[in-house]
């Protein structure tokens, strides 16, 4: 998506659902998408990918938030202190429940790059929540 408008929680729901079909996820039938806001509009998404040796399969937050990273989101200074990119939002959609929270996991990887709301699908409309409420009393970057 071009960085000219800022989509809609809709609109990222819906790139989240696009994200889902492109889930490999043949152990669990359960595709998840996730698609993280920017501060500028862009969106970057992602899906689970499992494998048949299956701790290695990962979900789709972690795999968007990779996403992110290895499009040139954060500019290293020295490979020690990244500018760390902001996430205004990300959206989470899995094709077989709804809504769909972010596991733990993916809860911290996302704390990392300062994530300020979840959005999920409750009734077929979204619903925001602030970050804080998702992951209080987090533990981040800044602590070290
Ligand atoms: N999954 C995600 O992709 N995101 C979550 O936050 C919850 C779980 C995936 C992992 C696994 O591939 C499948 O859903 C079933 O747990």
């Given at each position: 998506m071009n960085a000219t408008t800022i989509p809609t929680d809709v609109e990222l729901l819906e790139k989240a659902r696009e994200a889902a079909h492109h889930a490999?996820?043949?152990?669990?039938s359960f595709p998840v998408g996730a698609a993280i806001l920017l501060d500028d509009g862009r969106v970057i998404t992602g899906s689970n990918v499992e494998n048949a040796?299956?701790?290695l399969g990962i979900c789709a937050e972690r795999n968007a938030a990779a996403h992110m990273i290895t499009s040139g989101e954060a500019t290293a200074d020295d490979g020690h202190l990244p500018n760390l990119p902001v996430i205004r939002a990300v959206a989470i959609v899995g094709l077989k429940a709804e809504p769909c929270y972010p596991c733990g996991a993916c809860r911290q990887v996302l704390r990392e790059f300062n994530c300020e709301r979840v959005i999920v699908s409750v009734d077929g409309a979204p619903r925001s929540f602030d970050f804080s409420e998702i992951l209080p009393y987090s533990f981040g970057p800044e602590a070290l």
């Open positions: 490999w996820a043949p152990y669990s040796s299956s701790p």
